[in-house]
Structures are given as C-alpha cells and as structure tokens.
C-alpha cells in the first residue's frame, strides 16, 4: 500500500526558507515522477514542483520558478522541496504526490495528507 | 486564473445527476489526458478519473468522465449526501511544460 508522509511545515516569517520533505513508502520513487501540490486557504490546487522518475528533469509552475527547489534522495525514498524567500501568498497546505502514466498523461495517483505552511511575522 | 475554466458550483438534490464541466484550449485539454479529483473537507485529494474516462478501482461507477475537443466533463448520477465536496479536473500544458488544475467546483447536495 502505498503511503507518502509530509513533514517539515510550519510557522514562518517572510523571506526565510523552508524545506519540506515527503517520505514514501510502497513505492519506489524511481519509478515515478514525484510531485508537489498546495492549496492555500479558501483556494483551489495548485500544482507546484515535478522531479522527473529518471531524476533528470524538474519542472516548476511559474509563480514558483527561482525560488522553489524540488530533489530526492533515492536511497531513502524522499523527495524535498527547499522553498526559498518565502511569501505570504505561500501560505498552504502543500501535497506530495506520485505520478502515473507519460508526461501528457500523468496523473496523481496518490496522495500524502500534507503540511501545512504559515509565512507570516 | 486558471487555464482550465470550471463552474465554481454546482448542486442538485439526492438521487440526482449533475454534470461538472472543465474548458481549456489546444495546448491543454485538446491534446493531453483529462484527470479528475474529489477533495473532501479536511482531507487529501482522491483521483476518480484519470486518461478522460477510466476509473481507478475503488471509484464507483456513478462517477464518469469524457472529453471532446478541448472540454471535459464529470457526470455523478445518483448523488449521495457523502459526494458533497470540491471537485478538480487536472492536465498537462504543453505550451507551459507544467501540470494545471482547474478552478474547482464546490458541488452541494441539497
């Protein structure tokens, strides 16, 4: 069964940085591509960050691109995300999911339950 | 904005069909697969569509999607207090190189 488990949210002032973290169990995440997704109080998803199933290849929404860093560590089957220089308007609950299917079919298949990013001062 | 256009709301009574509606354009929908998400207060989101209209096992058949052209469609028949929820249609953008979602449809059983 698979299982994805997010950490690392919390409380943070403007301009700092966090890195959170999503360790995946059931799966292997070199098989998959590997996502992250956020919703922000009162809004809809928004999809944020992919690292490719080959490690090879990231990709980033464009209200994110210079200041959000997707990685994984393939020995202990995780996957980061380093958010640097940090917004209010960051402010989210922040999903890591697993992708199936080639990139004009790729859909998320499982979900973690998510943490929950506060920037404020 | 999204780039894919969905109602913010829809509702119908137990028992009844309802029809979520998700548009985009040529470099989203009209040339890549359509997914569909529940998202239930307080917890993560659940695939019930994926590739325009297969469900994943699990997913009871009163849910099915399509696609024509640039659009895609959610049909829920028979509706059950339990679906209330917001609902998302999610594709790839070839033009953007990223992931999109729609909007979000909060559908109420009333």
């Known amino acids: 069964q698979v299982q994805l488990v997010e950490s690392g949210g919390g409380v943070v002032q403007p301009g700092r940085s966090l890195r959170l973290s999503c360790a995946a169990s059931g799966l292997n995440i070199r098989t998959r591509g590997m996502h992250w997704v956020r919703q922000a109080p009162g809004k809809g998803l928004e999809w944020v960050a992919c690292?490719?199933?080959?490690?090879?290849?990231?990709y980033y929404a464009d209200s994110v691109k210079g200041r959000f860093t997707i990685s994984r560590n393939t020995f202990r089957n995780t996957v980061n995300l380093q958010i640097d220089s940090l917004r209010p308007e960051d402010t989210a609950v922040y999903y890591c999911?697993?992708?199936?299917?080639?990139?004009?079919?790729?859909?998320?298949?499982?979900w973690g339950q998510g943490t929950l990013v506060t920037v404020s001062s | 904005q999204s780039l894919l256009t969905q109602p913010p709301s829809v509702s119908a009574a137990p028992g009844q069909n309802v029809t979520i509606s998700c548009s985009g354009s040529t470099s989203n929908i009209g040339n890549n697969s359509v997914s569909w998400y529940q998202l239930l207060p307080g917890t993560a989101p659940q695939v019930l569509i994926y590739g325009n209209n297969n469900r994943p096992s699990g997913v009871p058949d009163r849910f099915s999607g399509s696609k024509s052209g640039t659009s895609s469609t959610l049909d829920i028949t028979g509706l059950q207090a339990g679906d209330e929820a917001d609902y998302y249609c999610q594709t790839w953008d070839t033009s953007r190189s990223a992931w999109v979602f729609g909007g979000g449809t909060k559908l109420t059983v009333l």
């Open positions: 690292t490719s199933s080959d490690g090879q290849t990231t």
């Open positions: 999911a697993s992708g199936r299917g080639g990139l004009g079919d790729e859909y998320f298949n499982a």
